[in-house]
């Protein structure tokens, strides 16, 4: 360690980073790292030399540093990734672990007496995948920890999101890599600390926006990508190359290498992107370049513009499959390319999806260890908006004209049809959901009540909380409190008080609470009230006793109960046997509410929430009520059926 | 020119029990009816007054599906089960059938009253459920030899996941240009059955390959021939079936009939394979 004065010390991580990338720093670049790289394909170690630093934003010193280790989450099945058959190695050579072989400050210490492993969320002492280093030194405000690291990183089989299959490596989560220092109020942090949590199954990402210098060096004949810039490609003779990578304000480095890749690129605007892809997976690139444009497009006009000007996406091949659907801000990989049949839009909603991560957790980089829903349903949420928005009209997902789903209503489907979606809130964190929720909490109810605020405030509202949201904390740690701070700002700006002081009693039920949202129209009832003749007034009509039809009056009595325990603001739309139509209003919160009409006409259907715009309710078949419903469908179905059944005996029988 | 009239003669053969086709349609409608009507009413249950069935419109709005909450599971399970019972009961249904056909297509003279169908039906649907299973194991196996087999060894061999579908295509190749024989030599077999009134399957299946050695070209292409128009015809007819999605009562009850005349004409064109095959078997 040295410590320098402040200026210095800032001055120094600035000097190691340069400007190469973007055309100014767009993030505070805490921490950073250079490293030197050797793959070794048949043990598949990968052997890194690196200097890694990291600076002390806080106004306490530091006497401790604490770092990730994930590759150990692979290192046997009692790991808390691995444990209770989650992942296990496909024979000895399948366990990965990463192991630091010299660990020194840059004054030439030795700090690998320094080292042990903590296990802050679950005590289990056989995860060793967080390090903390209890320094000789503590680290003044505004110095500089520097670190010099040889380690060794080998790559598990099979792949959960890295490692190695055949000849085909994907290497993310490889390198020692610093937690993240929150000071007090960060994040609602009451005092300074590192925030690093262990491996889980089900979390990804926590970091700084670093700089990455990446130089890997391994056989010639393979063709490596990443989320770095190509800054040059050398021959070093013996059938070796090296490749040099370096990557601005990211949070997370990875790269992959295969003999078979495929590679195109293409221009949108200033962002160079580049696919790298199977001989199969070429059959599907025009639309996967398609998909990241659309994302481009829709992302940068609704939220905020695409800062760098790259991008690298990967359609591995089926052998690599393990490596799919995951994001690390500038390069991230999509699924199912060449393999999945053009009319179902999957790897487009993959590829948009994981692109989006360059947004909620890349720019907008939340923590997802403790509230995954900030990321993964919010991406999943603007995800189904461009799905739903580019693809299908409407049914992005698969609009066949048999047969259609909204990417939404996907969504919407893994909430409402598990039995276990009220079992805990959606603010845990990603390791404590109970019964298998993680996925069903964090991605499907998230998005679900992200789409029913969005119904409630309207789009035009909801995109400029995101607007706001990019403007306050891009390249920032922002909490699911500074999320929900967005919205009341935003709301109360353009709406004033017309959803209360706040939207706080929205975020209360979905985020902090576990209950559903279901109304029922229980039904309409018409009563005749009495006969007349004559003019009379009724319902603002003039009623005259030659019009035979309107000598009877009608009460009229709409029906709807409460059935979940969240309650939002409602629109009903009821129909009248003369074809009128009334668009009522109800506040949601009683147990039941009945609409009356006295005249001559007679309500003969209502709708609650006639334009979709809660997607919250679990329960749309109840939504409605018609005193003569139609039901052609079915009758349709039917005849399908019977058909289907005739064909096919007469095929399968000689 | 003898392929052709073979198929001349069996088409017209095939016209002329238009009565006994009409019978079999009627059966088979009536039987699926009794599967699928009840899903109607579950459907019509579920729904009860709701409007929410208009998503079903123009097409099957999976979204909706999870709103139906647990009787989807009943649903689903009901079609399932209907479906594999239908699958058994018209496994009998077409054997039974088939046995009258045969008999009315290797008459020399005049046709079958339906009372004599029925009674041709019926003595020849023992021997002709047991050669179908026979057919259907042998069909099976020869299937597995040339798809499955391959595929086990590639699989093996590479250490990699299923082959594509792109490079199984000569396979699929040889296995069509292999399963006219076997649906030859099961029609001839029902044929030597219905000529001589035996009982005994595997002396028929004997005669089924017989006939085939003695003709094979005119046997072989004319099974090819008209199980290629079948083809066609199936996938055509699923097509339509598939993608059509009327949405009024008038519109859905005209798909209703159309739909019927495509199995009274699928059924017509499987009368004609047999019809053809016992004129392969005939002519001179």
Known sequence: MRKCILVLMLAVPFAMSGQIVVDAPLSDRLTGYDINAVLNPESHIVSGSMSAWWVNNSSQPVAEAMMHMYLNAFSSNKTSFSSGGRW?????????????????????????????????????????????????????????????????????SPIVRTGYADDFFFVAQWFPKFGVYETAGMRQREADGWNCHQFHPHSEFYANHSVYNVSVTLPDEYVAGSGGKLIEEIDLGNNLKKVVWRAEDIVDFAWTAWP?????????????????????????????????????????????????PHLTFVDPPIIGAGSGGMEYTTLFTSMGGGVVPSFLKISEMVTIHEFGHAYFMGIMASNEF????????????????????????????????????????????????????????????????????????SYNKAATWL?????????????????????????????????????????????????????????????????????????????????YSGVIDGDSVTYTSSDRKSDTLYLSRVSIERIGEVTLPLEILIGFDNGDEVMETWDGKGSYKDFEYTGTRQA???????????????????????????????????????????MLISIFTI | MKLFETLKKGAVAAASSYKLILLIWATTMVSAIAVGYPLKSFLNIIFGNSMAMERFTDGFDIGLAGDIGRPLGGLMAAVSAGTLLYSFIGLLIMTFFAGGLFRRFTMSWGGLTVSEFLKASANNFIPFLKLALIMMLVIGAFTFIIIGLPVIIIMAVSGRNMPGGTSLYPLWAVWALGMPVWIFVADASRRWIAATGSRKTFRAIGAGFRALKEKFWLSYGTVLVVVLINSAFIAIAFWYAITKTPDRGIMIFLFFLFTQLLVILRLFMKAWRYASVCEAGSSR
């Open chain 1, 88 to 156: 296990t190695a496909s024979g000895d050579e399948g366990w990965g672990w990463v192991k630091i072989r010299t660990m020194t400050d840059d004054e030439g210490n030795d700090l690998s007496g320094s080292m042990n492993y903590v296990s802050p969320d679950d005590g289990n002492e056989d995860d060793r995948t967080v390090l903390r280093l209890d320094l000789p030194e503590p680290v003044e405000p505004g110095d500089t920890l520097k670190l010099m690291i040889t380690f060794d990183s080998r790559l598990p």
């Open chain 1, 370 to 441: 403790e509230e995954p829903w900030l990321d993964e349903g919010i991406n999943s949420y603007w995800e189904q908006r461009i799905v739903d928005h580019y693809y299908g009209n409407g049914y992005g997902l698969l609009r066949l004209s048999f047969l259609k789903i909204s990417d939404t209503d996907q969504g919407r489907l893994g909430y409402i049809a598990s039995p276990s979606r009220s079992v805990s809130t959606n603010d845990l964190p990603s390791w404590m959901y109970p019964h298998n929720t993680y996925s069903m909490m």
């Open chain 1, 451 to 531: 789409h029913t605020l969005e119904g409630i405030i309207g789009t035009a509202t909801m995109d400029d909380v995101f607007r706001e949201y990019y403007r306050r904390w891009s390249f920032r740690h922002p909490s699911g409190q500074d999320f929900i701070a967005v919205v009341n700002d935003v709301v109360r700006k353009e709406h004033g008080d017309s959803f209360g002081e706040n939207m706080n009693w929205f975020f209360d039920q979905v985020l902090y609470g576990n209950g559903i949202c279901d109304y029922r129209l229980s039904g309409i009832t018409v009563k005749k009230i009495r006969s």
């Open chain 1, 260 to 308: 078979e890749y495929k590679v195109l690129t293409r221009k949108w605007k200033n962002v160079d992107i580049t696919l790298l892809t199977s001989e199969k997976g070429l059959s599907k690139a025009d639309a996967q370049f398609e998909a990241v444009m659309y994302a481009l497009e829709y992302l940068g006009e609704k939220v905020g513009p695409y800062p760098w």
């Open chain 1, 604 to 646: 003969v259907w209502a709708k609650i929430d006639p334009l979709d715009k809660l997607d919250l309710d679990v329960n749309r078949i109840n939504n409605s009520w018609a005193e003569k419903p139609k039901h052609p469908a079915s009758r349709r179905m039917m005849d399908k059926l019977v058909f289907y059944m005739q």
